[in-house]
């Protein structure tokens, strides 16, 4: 059985299904498209032995499909790969109405639909989004990108699908890392808006580390609709978008200090929305129980909530400030009232941003 979900943008509605039976979808979907008769299929070297025939053999039924595999690593969404994309897409000689698949995670994902945003100023962009980070986060909102030396998704576009395919069954050949990581972003969706989804972790963590069918879908669905949810309300990141950012102030600092190595950007979430409820708590925001029920949730799916003590607190605050997120480097903070309620908040003192920070030391 598969959902549906429809998102409406300025640019355009679609649909994003949700489901066991994708592959059907996906053949009914582009057997009744209007798309030209040539496609790209974009993945990269590890997706690509797992799903790349399955997905080419139903597409073979209605294009010539021409596969293009990417070495597999957030170090290969850049620039050089980006134009090696581009290169092959003329080289087949792909036109406006050639859609371009991306099956696999957010770093496919990000790169391929920025080769379809900008190739002929835009093809037709389909996700397949094969990680639980892709399908609850990174195929939605519109937003494809490659990293620069000097920053990531420093040069990017908003440009949204004609549609999204996310697929559970993608899910079961997932590193266990890489699914706690991603679960990290689920339980955000319920501190920033879904009180209901918070609970349910709450209540079936042990189901959902087994990835129980029904638990994943349950979580999978709840997540797109809460992201679609807000990225139809603000497309461009002015205003609600920006609680997205629960979390990722401290994360991104702690990111880059750790040259994007050291972690997941899950598990820096992890750490960043324990800080942001802690400090929520310390301004009197929230009360202490709404700190202690994130970090235990967090705990309970094994996801870190310490800061590295290798880290200087001074150094933590530095980069906070620098994040690009930062609006004229005034930090900024997304805080939490209670589960399933946030407001942004502009935090002036810098010693009690310090203070939380020594408090979240291992
Ligand atoms: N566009 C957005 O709005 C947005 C939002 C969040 C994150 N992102 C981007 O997403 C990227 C991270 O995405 P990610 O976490 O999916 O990482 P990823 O794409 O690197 O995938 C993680 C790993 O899982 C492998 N993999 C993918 N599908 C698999 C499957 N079904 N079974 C087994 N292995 C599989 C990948 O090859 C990779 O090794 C970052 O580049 C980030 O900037 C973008
Ligand atoms: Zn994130």
New binding site residues.
């Given amino acids: 059985m598969n959902d549906i979900i429809n998102v409406h943008t300025i640019t355009k509605d679609y649909k994003i299904y949700i489901g066991e039976d994708i592959l059907d979808e996906l053949r009914s979907f582009v057997e009744r498209s209007d798309y030209s008769d040539k496609s790209a299929l974009v993945t ?1 070297s ?2 690509y032995p ?1 799903y790349g025939e399955k997905v080419e053999r139903v597409l073979k039924d209605r294009f010539k499909v021409f596969t293009y595999i990417l070495p ?1 690593g ?1 170090e290969y ?1 850049n620039i050089h790969e980006f134009i090696k994309i581009v290169d092959f897409l003329a080289e087949n000689n792909l036109d406006r109405r050639s859609p371009l698949f991306a099956l ?5 994902g ?1 790169i391929a639909g920025f080769a379809a945003a900008t190739f002929l100023r835009g093809i037709p962009l389909i996700h397949i989004p ?2 639980l ?2 399908q609850v ?2 195929s939605i ?1 519109g ?3 490659v990293n620069h030396k000097r920053g ?2 420093l040069i990017g576009a908003f440009y949204q699908p004609d549609a999204v395919f996310s697929g559970i069954d ?2 079961y ?3 266990d890392r ?1 699914w706690r990581g ?1 679960l990290a972003e689920v339980i955000k969706y319920g501190v920033i808006q879904d009180e209901e989804l918070f609970s349910y972790m709450e209540k079936n963590t042990e189901k959902i580390l087994h990835r129980d069918r029904q638990a994943m879908l349950y979580i999978v669905k709840k997540s797109i609709l809460n992201k679609a949810n807000i990225v139809q309300r603000d497309e461009r990141e002015k205003d609600i978008r920006r609680i997205l950012n629960f979390g990722h102030t401290l994360a991104h600092a702690l990111e880059k200090m750790g040259e994007y190595k050291t972690c997941r ?1 899950g598990e820096a979430v992890a750490v960043g929305m324990v800080f942001a409820s802690l400090l929520s708590w310390k301004l009197n925001i929230c009360e202490k129980q709404v700190y202690e029920r994130i970090k235990n949730i967090l705990q309970s799916f094994s996801l870190p909530v310490h800061i590295p003590s290798k880290f200087e607190t001074d150094d933590i605050y530095d980069a906070m400030r620098w994040d690009k997120k930062a609006v004229s480097n005034k930090l900024r903070f997304v805080l939490t009232e209670n589960i399933g309620k946030v407001k942004i908040v502009t935090v002036l003192e810098p010693q009690i941003i310090g203070e939380a920070i020594d408090k979240m030391k291992e």
């Fill in positions: 990269n590890t997706v797992l597999d957030e969404k696999g995670g957010g770093v496919v990000d094969t990680t980070l892709a986060d990174s909102g937003k494809v990108a990531k998704n993608f899910l050949t997932l590193p890489e991603a950007h």
